[in-house]
């Protein structure tokens, strides 16, 4: 895809007399950057990409995404396009959404969110999936699986590009559903911008991760990015027995779906029995008992 093809689906604050070429890649590591690459200069936890334009640019990047505030850019060089946006964490998703044809358009997607039980819940929706004869790829904590290929998870949720990538590559090989644990960390970075949800599942939340996001509101705050940007076809699956998922059925646009054992919701379980082989309940839903 040429660049200036690619770039129309990021808001662009500025940029120099552009020189087209056919982009072979994107990436936010320099260490990684090829001949005709895009490098997206990014200020991360531990380091800030912007002091790595130059390195990029070395290894044969040819298109440069920063923004305005995190570095000074006073002409081109040569044939390298200097391209300014607002923000490069979403621009680095929407152009790898763009550059890997939109996968997630084409799939399926189950983003599962909360404190706990993320990892049960894509193992338990995998073999239901299973069962009902559907393709289902997993993305989480433990690895990355689909059909018989399976690949170590560096985190939780991978990068945007890595995600991307890794949406089209199950796509390609008959994937149905794509099972996604989508961590706080994913939704504040906005690694999943340019993921269309077909549905997302809440499970909890309690304190944790306040090392990164410092409050219980900020930890929120990044939650409900899942909920919020699901359009009114998707399904937000909530446990209503959460305080935090009652606040997120008022905050998305999605048919909502609510599951609990103690408030009311549409799915209860109920005469719940626990022994060291298995759980009985009584399953009540709106189709019956």
Avoid: W
């Avoid at 040569?78 to 979403?90: L, M, S």
């Avoid at 997993?138 to 990355?144: A, D, H, L, R």
């Avoid at 590009?161 to 906005?190: C, N, P, R, T, W």
């Amino acid at each position: 895809m040429k660049l200036l093809q690619l770039i129309k689906i990021i808001d662009i604050n500025s940029c120099p007399k552009l020189c087209d070429f056919e982009v072979k890649g994107i990436s936010c590591n320099s260490k990684t950057v090829k001949d005709n690459f895009i490098f997206v200069a990014i200020k991360g936890v531990k380091a800030d990409g912007n002091k790595f334009i130059q390195e990029a640019i070395d290894k044969g990047a040819r298109g440069i995404i920063f923004e305005s505030q995190r570095h000074k850019v006073t002409k081109s060089q040569g044939n390298i396009n200097f391209i300014e946006v607002k923000d490069t964490r979403k621009a680095l998703a929407k152009l790898a959404t763009e550059f890997y044809g939109d996968p997630s358009s084409k799939i399926k997607v189950i983003g599962i969110t909360g404190t706990n039980g993320k990892t049960t819940i894509t193992y338990l929706i995998e073999a239901l999936l299973k069962k009902a004869n559907f393709q289902p790829a997993v993305i989480g904590t433990i690895n990355y699986r689909f059909k018989n290929k399976t690949i170590s998870s560096k985190n939780t949720t991978p990068a945007s590009v890595e995600l991307q990538s890794l949406l089209a590559q199950m796509f390609k090989e008959g994937v149905d559903y794509a099972i996604m644990e989508v961590s706080s960390h994913a939704l504040d970075q906005d690694r999943t911008e340019g993921v269309k949800f077909h549905s997302a599942i809440f499970t909890n939340l309690t304190q944790d991760h306040l090392d990164y996001h410092k409050t219980l509101g900020n930890y929120f705050k990044a939650k409900v990015k899942l909920f919020k940007n699901l359009d009114s076809n998707s399904f937000a699956v909530i446990n209503s027995d959460d305080k935090y998922g009652l606040r997120l059925q008022n905050l998305t646009k999605a048919k909502i779906i609510t599951y609990g054992i103690k408030n009311k919701a549409d799915i209860v379980a109920e005469n719940i029995k626990f022994d060291c082989r298995k759980t009985e309940f009584l399953l009540s839903t709106p189709k019956g008992r």
